[in-house]
C-alpha cells in the first residue's frame, strides 16, 4: 500500500529532487506540499516547490507557504548554498500549480483530518511548521504514523561546525518535534555525505536525455559549485532525497534506536543534535537515528524517478 505522505520542505536543490521521487514513485501517496523558511524566504521556497509539481506533472498537489520565520531567534537563510531564487541555475517559466491561500501549517491539519489513516510528515527543512502543528493541534499526534527528518547529524555540522543548517535555523522546533511523542527517523549529515551527486551520478542523469533530467543536471551542477565553494566539497551531498527513498525502501537506510537530544544553550553549540550512540547517558532511546546508506539503491531510485517523470511530466519549463 502507498505511504500517505505530507512534504514539509524549503526548496531548495535538494528539495526539488525529493519532491521529484515523492511524486514519481508508486509506494509514495504525496497528499500535500507545505514549505518553510529555511534556504530561502517562505515566499521563495513555496514558488520553487509550485514550479518542481509543475515539472513533475503533480498538478492536483495541494502547495502551500508556511513558517515564514523560527519559534525563536533570528531568521537563517541558505541563500549561500542555494542561490537569490533558492534554485539558482536553471530558468524557469511561470508554474501551473496553484498556490493553495491556506498557511502552511492548517493544509497539513486539513490533510490529516481527511486523510481517515494515520500519515507519513517529511520533514526536509526547519522544523517551524512540524511544531507549530503540534502547538496547535495536539490532537494531531495520533493522525502522524511517523515524522521522517533530514537534520542534524551524529558528528560535525554545516551551517556552524556543530550544527546542522535545518536544526539550526530553528533548534527550539528541532526538540518540541523529538519530544512530542511521535516517532521519529531522522537522516543526518553523517548519512547524507553518503549520497555525493559524483560525475558519474551527473553522466547517469544527462544519459536520460529529457528535458527534465537536462534541468536536474543544471540544477545540481549549480548545488556543487556552492558546495565547493563553502566547504571544499569534490561533489555535493543530496540530502533530502534519502527521507524519501527510505519510506519507498526501508532497507535503504540502516539506524539505531538511541538516546537524541537538541542543544539549545550551547554558546557555540547551539542547534547540534546529540545522539547517545553507545548508551553513554541515562537517556532513554527516543529516536530512529541513521547511520548508513545503500548508494547504490538510493542512486537507482533516485534516477529512475527523473527518468519516469522525464518520460510523462510537463514541458521543461
Ligand atoms: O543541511 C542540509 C539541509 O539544509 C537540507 O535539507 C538542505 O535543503 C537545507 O534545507
Ligand atoms: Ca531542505
Known sequence: MPVPVILDCDPG??????????????AIDLRAVTTVAGNQTVAKTALNARRMLSLAGAHQVPVAAGCDRPLSGALEIGDY???ESGLDGPAFGEPVVPLDPRHGVDLMHDTLAAAGEPMTIVAIGPLTNVATLLRRHPGDRERIREIVIMGGSVDRGNHTPYAEFNIYADP???AEVLDSGVPTTWVGLNVSHQA??????LARLSA???PLAELCVELLTFFGTTYQRTWGFEAPPLHDPITVAYLIDP?????VHVGLRVELDGTHTRGATVADLHGRMDW???????????????WDLMIGAVDALGRSGDERR
Do not use: K, Q
Request: proline letters at 4%; zero cysteines; a negative charge.
Open 284 to 298: 532513554a532511546p527516543n529516536a530512529n537515528v541513521g547511520l548508513t546508506l545503500d548508494r547504490e539503491r538510493f
Open 251 to 255: 532497507a535503504v537506510l540502516g539506524h
Open 208 to 210: 536520460l536525455g529529457t
Open 81 to 83: 548554498v542555494h542561490g
Open 196 to 201: 555525493l551527486v559524483t560525475a558519474d551520478v
Open 172 to 174: 527550539e522546533a528541532a
Open 13 to 26: 536543490h535538494d528539495d526539488a529532487m525529493a519532491i521529484l521521487l515523492a511524486v514519481a514513485h508508486p
